[in-house]
């Protein structure tokens, strides 16, 4: 090497990564304050792990490769719930990928653009942007890429030193990241075959990586599947939206080193003065032009982009963002997003928590069909509701969350345990478990919950106050809550399965103060067309202090009224004139124009009526009770 | 010549003398002899005072609930050395070894444990001496058990489990995860020994069925066939590990609004029946499956000469809606019919205990080894004793035909029990002390039948059970370990190697008194 070339190389290495910093610092922003990690957190969804410190819990996972890497992930995950130390997480393993595919790629190819070595970054973009769990995935190729760097650096040592400091590091890498160690064995094999052309180590790496696997099922009494393909992306433990994203980066890595390889082979031959062909000589063309550089590298990051946003899964952060603003009571924050929603028929846990946040900021019965409606997406039968649910643990969650605040500790129960099944032991679904326990009075059995609760370095806290404070009272007569639930429980003892009427009606029988229960009976009524049942339940505004008939309450009975042809008995309240216009030209656009333009008149009636009980009776779809 | 020592030997030398110093200044200090007495017996988590101790149980280490800052516990005997145990958090962790040969050399004689505790101006107090009983009798040194969340009806991660009861290790026998997340239930060996065993489980991906393994041989059955649908469930198996005799429920549950426990189950039917292993066969009676009654939990004496099971007239039929109306009305009785496995001969139906009579409902009976008791759960109506909170033990003496509570039964649910191979030890699953998460507790009988105060299965963390949000279900103490267990169990039971895919129902009987063949099959649905 010359003295200038040296100089060159010296200049390049001391250089600040400007652009691998950019790239970080942009990763983080987005995931921050776009993506917002702690919507991850917050998600009721299965194979989102909880986390207890200590030697009893962590020797699960110690027991079985992978696990070690699963459980970190899963402390890691609880920071999730603060955005800007997840979105740090998230860099911070991307950043580390990155740079080892770059220092992996510079080992094969001699030269790699820093633009080549973010792909990896963009591909764990795309996956955080649809809120995909893929801290345990990302930590397992992270550790077969650093110990593949580790390898690749060795020098002057001979085949069989090789092979055992290659099988070291195999051991090591299998146990902390089970299948990931296959991405190591065949980087290290390639490295030794194109690289070194050392054929023979090569295939005895190939083989000691794909075998290892076989030996460790036996060792660590583990199905061969999962000693094979855990933490890999095709494994049932992997996030399925994850897998195919994650199988292009593993393809990504394997197919870059071998790319990388085969240009700097032809470029040497090039430089060899050997007949060259054209796109060796194209791609050195390239890289010698600055504009053209400069060209490339925009296309490149302008795909990147490109690709970032149209991954983003913006109706799931919508529904992300209810359900977590639910969880945490900010109702406002609910039906403002709600407002912005693109509704489907299938976000009906995002209505169930639009419905509860209407109800709790007093307007479930003024507001509550401004909002697409269906008597899903208010309340069902304990039966119904675990079917409806299926296996989903949010909508299961959210059902106890409702039932909860009805008052209905037992069915809430049943719920939130069916979601624990699902879930395990998140956070806020050991809070829940602990609160109905203490509700019903059970303070050794909610103090379980609260104990494991307790062990989360992350989110214990409040378990630990909880239990310091039943220590004193163990009935938390103080809680102003729990009192309120003790109060609203129903009795006696019923174990038919409620239909929704009865359900609520029982809570109004024990409790006719209760205002939720209330609300959501007529709002039920209404969702069924049963206007005459709306009206019966008219008496109980005036237990429940309402000044004046909510609106959409006043809409049913107009309905009711003109339905039965008779004026009706309201006593001392009425029916606003507001109200009672709308209803006159309500009926006079549909009577008029109806029979005439069908499509027309539902367009005028959407667009001036759509957030009326009348709009909703008259044209939107399912029959009676 | 003089011979120098190597530096590290110095230097090492020197670093122990250090250690030993440090430790000695730096140690919390016992408690003298004349300390003052505390006048009362220290609380202590878990409740270990006053028990009787399997000379072989491992170290019952518990936590000091008295407010302090160092405390100690001596635990001493008639014979041996006693064991000093100091610490500044009072979680006690007892030496094993010390622990085990302690209670070795003394058996049959008591075991004392005191507790001091330095409180913060330093002075110490001594609590009230708590003696305890060791036993002469082991306890068998196994115990497997299943692992669930407390939902019941659905389930996430769930396996069984065997604990050494004389150390803490603990083994996957099978783990659910191992089987895409299908249900592994109800595990059954014969006499405590592992040469016959038997578990159940349901689909998943694997099918729906039994497992049963003798000899280390496993085979994968399925107890179902055209006039049968469901799979079996309660089984017992004959002594003679020729036979099983199962029931075949049809399961449904429901929910409470206004009561502690919220679940519960109920049979909307149910019968019995015989698989005989010999012949592949299954074999029943109307004694034991009839439409008019719901038969359930079977259990062969252990003579082999009569099968008892529990047995309830059917008040509703299975199309009803649940729970049926008179859901609270089902109390069980106490039945046993003779069966001559040779011959395929069945006896006289025989009321042994009318639970209508009694007013009370029973079920899960389990005889004790010499056959002499007979353990049962008894609750005010249902089946399934574990959701009755007011479900005890009782035992009933097969040589007068008296029964009485066993004083180890909690406030709680108490059911689930398992008899030691030598018929001195209990072990049973109890909702005691929470109300809700079933825990393992241990029991010694004595010669009489009279039960001593039950001790929660010991764990190396003595706050074990304090976050533990699993349930301990079908606690079943063994001699030895289960000899097919983790992976290898799991790949058998995801083979698609059946012994039989639907048993042929070829002997069942009309009559009682006919023998096997003699009559079209009578065995019915039970769903």
């Known amino acids: 090497m010359t003295p200038d070339a040296a100089a060159s190389v010296a200049a390049r290495r001391s250089r600040v990564p400007v652009l691998q910093i950019l790239g970080l610092l942009l990763f983080y922003l987005y995931v921050w304050l776009r993506v917002d990690p702690g919507l991850l957190f917050y998600w009721t969804r299965y194979g989102l792990p909880g986390f207890t410190l200590g030697l009893r819990h962590a020797r699960p996972f110690l027991a079985r490769p992978g696990g070690a890497i699963e459980y970190v992930s899963a402390f890691l995950f609880q920071l999730y719930a603060f955005s800007w130390a997840g979105a740090l997480i998230m860099a911070l393993v991307a950043a580390g990928i990155c740079a080892c595919t770059h220092a992996l790629f510079r080992a094969f190819g001699g030269r790699c653009s820093a633009l080549i070595a973010l792909v990896p970054g963009v591909l764990l973009l795309v996956l955080h942007g649809r809120y995909a769990y893929v801290l345990p995935n990302a930590l397992a190729v992270l550790t077969a890429l650093a110990a593949a760097c580790a390898y690749v650096r060795l020098r002057r040592l001979r085949a069989p030193q090789r092979l055992a400091t290659f099988a070291g590091l195999l051991a090591a890498t299998y146990y902390l990241a089970c299948g990931a160690a296959l991405l190591y064995a065949a980087l290290c094999a390639l490295a030794e075959l194109l690289v070194r052309g050392r054929r023979s180590l090569s295939l005895a790496m190939a083989i000691l990586g794909g075998g290892l696997p076989a030996p460790a099922a036996i060792v660590f009494n583990i199905r061969f599947r999962d000693a094979y393909l855990r933490l890999l992306p095709f494994h049932p433990a992997t996030d399925e939206r994850a897998s195919a994203a994650l199988a292009g980066l593993y393809g990504f890595l394997l197919l870059g080193v071998c790319l990388g390889y085969v240009l700097r082979a032809r470029e040497a031959g090039a430089d060899r003065a050997r007949p060259v062909r054209k796109a060796a000589r194209a791609m050195a063309w390239v890289r010698r032009s600055a504009p053209l550089r400069a060209v490339a590298a925009a296309v490149l990051v302008g795909a990147a982009t490109l690709t970032v946003l149209a991954g983003f899964d913006s109706r799931l952060n919508s529904y992300l963002v209810i359900g977590r603003a639910a969880r945490r009571g900010e109702w406002e924050e609910v039906v403002r997003v709600g407002r912005g929603v693109d509704w489907r028929p299938d976000a009906f846990v995002a209505a169930l928590n639009l419905n509860r946040a209407l109800c709790h900021s007093g307007r479930l019965l003024e507001d509550m069909f401004s909002f697409p409606q269906s008597r899903s997406g208010l309340l069902m039968s304990p039966v119904a509701m675990v079917g409806v649910a299926g296996s989903s643990a949010g909508a299961l969650m959210t059902f106890s969350d409702i039932l909860l605040d009805l008052g209905r500790v037992n069915e809430s129960e049943h719920m939130a345990l069916e979601a624990f099944c699902r879930v395990g032991d998140r956070p806020w679904v050991l809070e829940r478990l602990a609160m109905m326990q203490l509700a019903k009075g059970q303070a050794a059995a909610g103090s379980i919950y609260l104990h494991s609760l307790a062990g989360n370095p992350v989110h214990g806290r409040r378990a630990r106050a909880l239990l310091r404070e039943l220590a004193s009272d163990p009935m938390l007569s103080a809680r102003a809550e729990l009192r309120q639930l003790r109060a609203a429980m129903p009795h006696p003892d019923d174990s038919t399965d409620p239909t929704v009427e009865s359900l609520l009606t029982q809570l109004l029988q024990t409790n006719p103060k209760n205002r939720m229960a209330f609300e959501y009976l007529v709002a039920y009524y209404m969702l069924t067309r049963q206007t005459g049942k709306v009206f019966a339940e008219l008496p109980r505004l005036d237990d429940l202090g309402y000044d004046r008939i909510p609106r959409h309450m006043e809409e049913a009975l107009l309905i009711h009224s003109a339905q039965s042809g008779t004026p009706l008995d309201l006593g001392r309240r009425s029916i606003s004139g507001e109200t009672s216009l709308r209803f006159a030209r309500f009926m006079q656009v549909l009577q008029e124009g109806y029979q005439r333009d069908p499509k027309g008149t539902f367009k005028a009636l959407e667009r001036d009526f759509g957030d009326t009980y009348f709009f909703y009776y008259q044209f939107a779809p399912g029959g009676g009770p | ?527």
């Open chain 2, 1 to 527: 010549m003089r011979i120098r020592p190597a530096p590290t030997i110095v230097a090492g030398a020197i670093a122990a003398a250090v250690t030993v110093v440090a430790c000695v200044l730096l140690s919390p200090g016992g408690p003298k002899p004349n300390v003052p007495q505390a006048g009362a017996a220290a609380r202590i988590r878990p409740d270990y005072s006053g028990l009787t101790l399997p000379p072989n149980i491992a170290p019952l280490n518990f936590r000091i609930m008295e407010p302090g800052s160092a405390y100690e516990v001596r635990v001493r005997s008639a014979n041996g050395r006693p064991i000093r145990v100091h610490s500044r958090t009072g979680k006690i962790a007892i030496p094993r070894r010390r622990w085990r040969r302690l209670l070795d050399v003394n058996r049959g004689g008591e075991l004392h444990v005191d507790v001091y505790v330095r409180g913060d101006g330093g002075a110490w107090r001594r609590y009230d001496t708590m003696t305890s009983t060791i036993a002469g009798d082991e306890i068998d040194p196994y115990l497997v058990y299943r692992s669930i969340e407390p939902a019941y009806n659905i389930y996430g991660q769930m396996g069984l489990y065997e604990r050494d009861l004389e150390s803490y290790r603990e083994d996957i026998v099978v783990h659910n995860s191992a089987l895409d997340g299908g249900c592994v239930h109800c595990h059954t060996f014969c006499q405590n020994g592992t040469d016959a065993m038997l578990l159940h489980f349901r689909p998943g991906s694997f099918g729906a069925g039994m497992l049963l393994i003798r000899n280390g041989v496993a085979e994968k059955a399925r107890a179902q066939s055209a006039v049968n649908p469901l799979p079996a469930a309660y089984t017992t198996w004959h002594p003679s590990q020729r036979a099983l005799a199962f029931s075949v429920n049809h399961v449904r549950v429901f929910f409470h609004s206004d009561r502690p426990e919220p679940r519960e189950f109920i049979d909307m039917a149910s019968d019995l029946a015989i698989y005989e292993l010999d012949s592949y066969s299954v074999t029943s009676t109307p004694a034991i499956s009839s439409p008019d009654y719901m038969e359930t939990w079977p259990r062969w004496s252990p003579d082999g000469e009569y099968l008892y099971f529990c047995r309830a007239p059917a008040l509703w039929t299975e199309l009803e809606p649940v729970p049926p109306e008179r859901f609270a009305d089902v109390r069980y009785s106490l039945m046993r019919i003779r069966y001559d496995l040779a011959s395929g001969e069945w006896g006289e139906l025989e009321t042994v205990l009318d639970g209508d009579a009694m007013g009370r409902s029973i079920s899960q009976p389990r005889f004790s080894p010499d056959g002499r008791f007979l353990v049962f759960c008894m609750s005010d109506y249902s089946a399934y004793a574990t959701f009755q909170p007011d479900a005890d033990l009782y035992l009933m003496d097969l040589r007068t035909g008296t029964h009485e509570r066993l004083s180890c039964s909690s406030d709680h649910a108490d059911s689930w029990h398992s008899w030691s191979s030598n018929g001195r030890w209990l072990v049973f699953s109890s909702k005691g002390g929470n109300g809700l998460f079933n825990r393992p507790y241990i029991a010694h009988v004595d010669a009489d039948g009279r039960s001593s105060k039950p001790f929660v299965m010991p764990q190396r963390d003595p706050d074990f059970y304090l976050s533990h949000t699993r349930l301990f279900q079908t606690p079943e103490l063994i001699k030895e370990p289960v000899r097919l267990k983790g992976e290898r169990l799991a790949r058998e039971i995801r083979s698609d190697k059946w012994v039989l895919d639907e048993l042929p129902v070829t002997s069942a009987t009309g009559k009682a008194g006919q023998k096997a063949g003699e009559a079209a099959p009578m065995w019915r649905s039970g769903g």
